[in-house]
């Protein structure tokens, strides 16, 4: 029997309007395919998302009418919509549909087949990663759906890739190569799904003699994701990520409940390190930072990495405070850039250069590698200590090293800059629910409920910008940033709260 899934929030708001990342436009003023919406809009447009998002059973009338128009409207091969990641999601998202009652046309279905044909031709082995996973995870859908040859073929197919990349693309700690926690909860979606559909169709020995090991592995993902949300239930911002484009880490748990995997533990107190990922978890006191002492991603596949290196977030009483900026576009331009680039992350910037040199909309050139790691705990404090090597292409060959001294009610976050010749400065972004006030070298964060996090630079000349937040694709909401620029190569500032 089919399980009930995670689903997103409704993305059709009328019979032919579609809503994603804050713009609504109507099917026929827009169509399938014009230039006049940017490109990942287009995108989930053609992914039918809603037909299983949140009470999507009350707008089913809707979706037969849309499905029926884009198999008229959008011929074989042609367009946006046929393009290997959309044509994955879409065919996905029909056979779940119709799993759980959606009626498929004659005409849907034999469209359904042509796109799980014309898809089987088209795998995205050129990109890899994620993409390739989806194209997978639809040839074992559109297998398990349709009868015969040909679908046992693409059944066959699709778990041969999802054999051979799970062990490539899912890390021993349980993370997703590309170390995005958005991506790696969209991975954790599909693989929960895949389980789902295993459950569901038990007669087919292929996917029963699966079945363990996806579980094996999806309770390894469960494990990372959680180290790697806050408090508030969802994802931190390393690399490309924003909110509501997966679902939630707490509902992703919850399907996983509903599907009768087992309880995984959650981060306790103390440190939690992801030793393959490189990410670190700091806890205790009411308070979580979670720490990137991580590569940008995998060497041959950087596409959704940010120039982030050293950066981290935190968060204290359940509320966040500390946050890189998001990800709001994937369109290729200056914005792009920008939120891609090390000024828009919680770590040290030096001639304003990006620690990683990130360029387009999804390449990087000379990347910043850890060289150095330390960690040390006693009964006072936990210290971590990380050094890269991201700036040695400029002049002087600077090296950033930064320390954090984690106690019950405090961090302090100690930069040090080798070989440097040029300006440093450590910026700390502050989540826009926190309001700022300045006083010479120290201050105050003033946050929901009452909250209060004093903050003091003892070494280094703070100042406060202006700044931007983007939780979600299409979001930008102002806010501030506490830059502290470096003094003999130094600079130390204390977060303390009660």
């Known amino acids: 029997m089919w399980i009930e899934p995670a689903r997103l929030k409704a993305s059709l708001v009328g019979p032919k309007e579609f809503s994603f990342f804050g713009k609504q436009a109507d099917l026929d003023s827009v169509g399938w395919d014009g230039p006049q919406i940017e490109r990942l809009w287009r995108y989930n447009q053609h992914y039918f998302e809603d037909l299983v998002a949140e009470a999507a059973s009350e707008r089913r009338g809707w979706h037969q009418a849309l499905v029926q128009r884009w198999v008229l409207e959008n011929q074989p091969g ?71 040859k040909e679908a046992q073929r693409w059944l066959e197919k699709g778990v041969r890739i999802l054999d051979s990349q799970l062990d490539e693309q899912i890390l021993e700690d349980g993370g997703h190569f590309e170390l995005s926690p958005m991506y790696h909860a969209i991975v954790l979606r599909d693989m929960l799904d895949l389980y789902n559909l295993a459950g569901t169709f038990c007669q087919i020995s292929l996917l029963n003699q699966r079945r363990s090991r996806w579980a094996e592995i999806i309770n390894r993902m469960r494990i990372w994701l959680l180290v790697m949300s806050h408090p508030d239930g969802d994802i931190a911002f390393f690399n490309d990520a924003a909110l509501g484009v997966a679902p939630s880490t707490l509902q992703l748990e919850a399907y996983a409940h509903r599907l009768m995997l087992s309880k995984v533990p959650g981060p306790c107190d103390g440190l939690t ?58 369109e290729q331009g200056l914005e792009r850039l920008t939120q891609r680039g090390t000024a828009c992350h919680n770590t040290v910037l030096i001639d304003a250069q990006d620690s990683s040199e990130v360029w387009s909309a999804f390449r990087v050139a000379r990347r910043a590698r850890i060289d150095c790691l330390s960690i040390r705990e006693d009964s006072a404090a936990i210290s971590v200590t990380a050094r890269h090597d991201g700036y040695s292409r400029l002049s002087g060959s600077p090296r950033h090293q930064r320390g954090w001294r984690w106690s019950k009610n405090d961090i302090v976050v100690a930069d040090y800059v080798e070989g440097q010749n040029g300006r440093a400065e450590a910026r700390f972004h502050i989540h826009p629910d926190w309001s700022v006030e300045s006083g010479g070298q120290k201050g105050n964060l003033r946050g929901p409920n009452g909250g209060l996090i004093r903050w003091l630079v003892e070494k280094g000349r703070p100042r406060i910008d202006c700044a931007a937040y983007h939780p979600g694709f299409g979001s930008s909401v102002p806010t501030s940033c506490l830059a502290v620029i470096l003094e003999e190569g130094r600079a130390t500032v204390r977060f303390s709260w009660d």
Not at 95 to 106: F, N, Q, T, Y
Not at 118 to 142: D, I, K, M, T
């Open 78 to 148: 042609k367009g946006t919509g046929w393009e290997p990641y959309p044509t994955s999601r879409r065919i996905v998202n029909w056979i779940k549909w119709a799993i759980e009652g959606g009626k498929l046309s004659e005409q849907a279905i034999h469209s359904l087949a042509v796109q799980a044909r014309w898809l089987e031709r088209r795998l995205e082995w050129h990109l890899l990663g994620n993409h390739l996973l989806a194209n997978a995870q639809a040839l074992v859908f559109a297998g398990t759906f349709f009868d015969g």
């Open 273 to 330: 390190h992801l030793t393959k990922s490189g990410y670190i978890r700091l806890q205790g006191g009411g308070a979580v930072a979670i720490l990137d002492c991580a590569a940008i991603g995998p060497d041959y596949q950087p596409g959704h990495a940010h120039a982030d290196t050293l950066s981290f977030e935190l968060s204290v009483r359940g509320s966040r405070v500390l946050v890189n900026s998001g990800t709001s576009t994937y």
